[in-house]
């Protein structure tokens, strides 16, 4: 049984920072592509970073491109992180983590993409 268990968000202030993890388990963890993303109040769910199996490349939403980086743990392959810096009051919303098994065909920050959710953290910023 897949499982993915994400952690760290919390309240900050604009400007601030927050790392999230997503902890993994139930599967041959690094040949799965990996995402988050975001659905704030009221609005649909949107793909805000990937990162791919095996050599990692990394994907980003336009609006979070410079400020946010997805990173998987190289001791603990069954974790990846979401570094986010700058945060503004528009990246408010509950946060999931998503996998997937290896495929060619593969739409990084699609989210019909993506086999396996956590249940989200909440990421609340203020102006």
Partial sequence: QVQLVESGGGSVQAG?????SCSAS?????????????????K?????????????????????KGRFTISRDTVKSTTIYLEMNNLKPEDTAMYYCAARP????????????????GQGTQVTVSS
Avoid: C
Avoid at 16 to 20: A, F, I, P, Q, V
Avoid at 26 to 42: D, E, K, V
Avoid at 102 to 117: E, G, H, I
């Fill in 16 to 20: 601030g920072s927050l790392r999230l």
């Fill in 26 to 42: 139930g599967y041959a963890y690094s040949m799965y592509a990996m995402a988050w993303f975001r659905q704030a109040l009221g």
């Fill in 44 to 64: 649909e769910r949107e793909g805000v970073a990937a990162i791919s199996g095996g050599p990692g490349f990394a994907y980003y939403a336009d609006s979070v």
């Fill in 102 to 117: 290896p495929n060619q065909s593969w739409v990084p920050l699609q989210l019909d993409q993506y086999k396996y959710w």
